[in-house]
């Protein structure tokens, strides 16, 4: 029985391998390992050239859903101080945010994000603003390094009314102010007298005679009495260059603030030393003004002779 020959398979008879094509062809290993790469690169750019033209599409769609929003933005104030909790102030600042932003709510735009960064820092109470930024199309982030509120001074608006402006550390006024005698006052202390009665535009600083009070306050306000201190009168400082504290009860003439101290005078602390003993022996209790520019306190003998008994004998 004359043997079968066996059939050669499909596969065999007629791959299409590419190997078995770059043999027919005469393609050496490195050509085709060079057109493989060069195969994989053109799908690849294929592949982002689609993405690239279905991007703006998507985004254009994002950006009409963000405007078709009409509801209030939220703002957040990133790491806001403590206390930055009355509902006035933070409502203030948020209404200038989206004053600022208005109808330009497309997230894909930042002109609204500028503007609103812009009239934050306007209003005085901030150092800086390093970013306000979209959240969601609902909500926009405020991220600022505060500036902190240190002392109330009294002046008046334009139209005549009687207010208490907050200031800062520097001087500065903040974008807040009160009635003056009206209840619920921040108990931070108060200047007065000061020689700029109608007081400048938030964010920018008051005058000479309220930074010498500024200073006063940082010299005293770890002092043990401190706290017996209401206020601190700059009325002297345009013509004597001199500062007086007020207590309940009391007016101490300190006589020149910080910075501005002469040989005639006792030193800052001295001065600490010796309110110290008028609070610790009950004479901030008197109605009386004690002047404590200079005398000696050093004496084993001393005694606290005050040129001002009373006021009527001033």
């Not at 207590?247 to 003439?253: E, N, Q």
């Not at 040989?263 to 010796?274: F, H, P, S, V």
């Not at 005398?295 to 084993?300: A, P």
Request: no cysteine; hydrophobic share 40%; charged share 30%.
């Amino acid at each position: 029985m004359p043997a079968r020959s066996s059939k050669r398979s499909k596969s065999a008879a007629g791959s299409p391998h590419p190997g078995g094509l770059a043999a027919r062809l005469g393609l050496g290993p490195r050509t085709v390992v060079g057109l493989r790469a060069a195969g994989w690169t053109a799908l690849a750019a294929l592949l982002v050239a689609g993405g690239m033209i279905g991007v703006p599409t998507l985004k254009r769609r994002a950006e009409a859903r963000n405007l078709e929003f009409d509801g209030p933005i939220e703002v957040r104030f990133i790491g806001g101080p403590s206390w930055f909790e009355a509902d006035d102030l933070r409502s203030g600042l948020a209404a200038t945010v989206r004053n600022a932003i208005g109808e330009d709510r497309a997230t894909t735009r930042d002109a609204g994000l500028k503007r609103a960064l812009e009239g934050l820092e306007r209003t005085g109470w901030f150092e800086r603003v390093t970013q306000v930024r979209w959240v969601d199309p609902t909500t926009v982030a405020v991220e600022a390094e505060w500036v902190v509120p240190v002392a109330l001074v009294d002046g008046t608006l334009a139209g005549g009314e009687r207010r208490s402006f907050l200031v800062d550390s520097e001087g500065r006024r903040l974008e807040l102010d009160y009635p003056i005698g009206a209840a619920g006052l921040p108990e931070l202390l108060r200047i007065k007298g000061a020689s700029q009665v109608v007081p400048p535009p938030p964010g920018e600083r008051w005058g000479d005679d309220v930074d010498a009070a500024l200073a006063l306050h940082g010299v005293i306000r770890d002092a043990p009495w401190y706290g017996l201190v209401r206020s601190i009168d700059t009325r002297r400082h345009a013509t004597d260059r001199e500062v007086e504290l007020h207590t309940d009860h009391s007016t101490i003439v300190w006589g020149s603030p910080p910075g501005e101290w002469t040989l005639a005078e006792n030193t800052d602390r001295d001065k600490i030393l010796i309110v110290e003993q008028l609070a610790t022996d009950g004479y901030l209790k008197a109605d009386a003004i004690y002047d404590i520019r200079s005398f000696d306190i050093h004496r084993d003998d001393a005694i606290l002779d005050f040129r001002y008994r009373d006021p009527e004998a001033r």
